[in-house]
């Protein structure tokens, strides 16, 4: 089985103020990354449209709503201090749940060995009620929420590793045993979630890095607290929130990432997915906002899940 790749041009239509670091050209470094020969092999999909109800899996309907009513028309309507939306953005996050959702449904049928979603907005940031960091819907829960009722995966994983913890994805399954939220993340940082000592009901685990910090630390979470936890755990389906901001290069982290950190993180979680699910890991795009560390830090995602 191959590895699936979704997108969709209409990513780059959720457009953001001059200098804003969540930017189309982001999608367009992705899609130049993937572009080498070493990438022939993935089988590539356009994200489908999905209806707003895709969301309530992870909202309540009221807030999808709210969202629907204020999105602009022409120009665009700021929902805090540096989240905005365009008149591309409401299909953008349509296509981001219709993405991770077709995602699951080809990894969990076996049509896929296992997928990465190169989406934007991103989404870990969006806690059920609260649009906020650069993120509307938390499409990772979709995603875990979505294997849950459609295939009756009785427990997920959520996995993230980027530079800022996902608050909204804890938050939503803070008190939910049959999903798993595991975070290596920067802190003193924004949004300033994330201590040790968040656990939920067992089922957090937060491994909290300073500044400077580079792979041996990263390792050394993977190795000692988040891997032995998602065996313990033993998930149906491992999601990734894959965001590539503790690279080295970012200029909104201070952590110091490199593409070989990246490459070995996600072989490790393919390890764990091969033990207890089958191999099934769904990788959904977050953060990155240097063009050149996102597009090298994706490649090497992605050839880790292609098992290169």
């Known amino acids: 089985m191959s590895t699936l790749y979704v997108s969709h041009p209409a990513f780059a239509d959720h ?44 909202h309540p309907e009221a807030f999808v709503e709210a969202l629907d009513r204020v999105r602009p028309r022409e120009g665009s309507v700021r929902i805090d201090g540096d989240t905005v939306m365009s008149v591309g953005t409401w299909e953008a996050l349509l296509r981001g749940l219709g993405g991770v959702t077709h995602a699951v ?14 989406i934007r907005p991103p989404g870990h940031h969006a806690e059920q009620t609260t649009a906020m960091g650069f993120c509307f819907f938390n499409f990772v829960v979709c995603a875990a929420r979505h294997a849950q009722k459609a295939y009756g995966a009785q427990k997920v994983a959520i996995v993230d590793f980027d530079v800022h913890h996902g608050n909204g994805t804890q938050a939503i399954v803070w008190d939910d045993p049959s999903i798993m939220y595991a975070s290596t993340h920067q802190m003193p940082l924004f949004p300033g979630t994330g201590a040790r000592s968040e656990t939920g009901v067992g089922n957090i685990v937060n491994c909290p890095m300073r500044a400077g910090d580079g792979g041996d630390r990263f390792r050394e979470a993977f190795d000692d607290a988040i891997l032995p936890s998602l065996k313990t755990f033993s998930p149906d389906l491992i999601v990734i929130s894959a965001g590539f901001d503790a690279h080295k290069r970012d200029p909104l982290g201070g952590l110091w990432l490199v593409e070989d950190d990246y490459s070995w993180m996600t072989k490790r979680l393919m390890d764990v997915a091969d033990e207890h699910a089958g191999g099934r890991v769904v990788s959904v795009l977050e953060g990155g906002y240097d063009l050149q560390g996102l597009g090298q830090s994706t490649a090497a995602h992605v050839r880790a899940l292609m098992r290169g």
Do not use: K, Y
Not at 105 to 118: H, K, L, P, T
């Open 15 to 58: 457009l953001t103020p001059p200098g804003h670091p969540e930017r189309p050209e982001r999608m367009r470094a992705v899609e130049q990354a993937l572009e080498a020969e070493t990438f022939q092999a993935l089988a590539r999909v356009e994200a489908p449209l999905a209806e707003a109800a895709v969301a309530t899996l992870a």
């Open 105 to 118: 449904d080809e990894v969990m049928a076996g049509r896929a060995q296992n997928a990465f979603c190169g």
